[in-house]
């Protein structure tokens, strides 16, 4: 053996369950975590309503069948993030399932190419809504005025993309949204990532899905004749 192939598992790769609690997924720094793929369901498998204050930071969650991280029936309080990679997944990226799994934190990852939303809630209303960001293009590696509107004293992480579907590539800064629900920052733009989304961070620790991005090219287009 080189010790390169997948070597997944029938089902999930790593499932929290039945009020698990307090464990830690991955390591406290870049390169330490766990390569988390080629499973036939999801890479991290969260479930249960006392399943609580669980971390998941520093993997590579990349190439299975179905999600990347399942969080449902009731977790609340954990944390996804930060500097996971969760990538190239059969479904969504991360998937938060059921009306009562809240206060769940997706944060400063790097999330994209899955098969579906990069975060998505199912089986629910949507508990907080997306920011909208009124800049949504970022040219090569200029500094960048951003603004836009989210929930109160919401935080917003802003991430850059190198297409218009929306997710999180590469994450660029954090703010914090006015009680009216307006916010500023500036990042530094990423070449060949120019497309910004953004999620935003509810009081009670529930991340939103992505801001869906521009559907406008940065190129203006004249139809003829005038």
Same mark, same amino acid.
């Given at each position: 053996?080189?010790?390169?192939?997948?070597?997944?598992?029938?089902? &999930?790769?790593?499932?929290?369950?039945?009020?698990?609690?307090?464990?830690?997924?991955?390591?406290?720094?870049?390169?330490?975590?766990?390569?988390?793929?080629?499973?036939?369901?999801?890479?991290?498998?969260?479930?249960?309503? +006392? /399943?609580?204050?669980?971390? $998941?930071?520093?993997? *590579?969650?990349?190439?299975?069948? &179905?999600?990347?991280?399942?969080?449902? &029936?009731?977790?609340?309080?954990?944390?996804?993030?930060v500097s996971n990679t969760i !990538?190239?997944?059969?479904?969504?990226?991360?998937?938060? &399932?059921? @009306?009562?799994? +809240?206060?769940?934190? $997706?944060? +400063?990852?790097?999330?994209?190419?899955?098969?579906?939303?990069?975060?998505?809630?199912?089986n629910t209303p949507i508990p907080?809504?997306?920011?909208?960001?009124?800049?949504?293009?970022?040219?090569? /590696?200029?500094?960048?005025?951003?603004?836009?509107? !989210?929930?109160?004293?919401?935080?917003?992480?802003?991430?850059?993309?190198? *297409?218009?579907?929306?997710?999180? !590539?590469?994450?660029?800064?954090?703010?914090?949204?006015?009680?009216?629900? *307006?916010?500023? /920052?500036?990042v530094t733009c990423v070449l060949?990532?120019?497309?910004?989304?953004?999620?935003?961070?509810?009081? *009670?620790?529930?991340?939103?899905?992505?801001?869906?991005?521009?559907?406008?090219?940065? +190129?203006? @287009?004249?139809?003829?004749?005038?």
């Amino acid at each position: 053996a080189i010790g390169i192939g997948l070597l997944g598992n029938g089902w &999930d790769g790593v499932v929290i369950i039945q009020g698990a609690s307090q464990n830690h997924i991955g390591g406290n720094t870049p390169g330490v975590g766990n390569f988390i793929s080629g499973n036939n369901g999801s890479g991290v498998w969260l479930e249960g309503t +006392r /399943t609580t204050g669980n971390e $998941v930071t520093n993997n *590579d969650i990349i190439s299975n069948a &179905d999600y990347g991280i399942y969080l449902g &029936d009731g977790v609340t309080n954990n944390t996804i993030g930060v500097s996971n990679t969760i !990538a190239y997944n059969g479904s969504a990226g991360v998937v938060v &399932d059921g @009306m009562t799994t +809240r206060g769940n934190t $997706v944060t +400063r990852n790097s999330i994209h190419s899955n098969g579906d939303l990069p975060i998505k809630f199912i089986n629910t209303p949507i508990p907080i809504s997306a920011p909208v960001l009124t800049t949504t293009l970022c040219s090569g /590696t200029a500094l960048l005025p951003v603004t836009g509107s !989210a929930c109160p004293n919401c935080v917003i992480e802003l991430y850059a993309n190198p *297409d218009e579907p929306p997710g999180g !590539a590469v994450f660029l800064a954090e703010t914090t949204a006015s009680a009216s629900g *307006d916010f500023s /920052t500036t990042v530094t733009c990423v070449l060949a990532y120019p497309y910004l989304s953004a999620t935003a961070t509810g009081l *009670d620790g529930t991340t939103s899905e992505f801001y869906p991005g521009s559907t406008v090219s940065s +190129r203006t @287009m004249i139809f003829l004749p005038l």
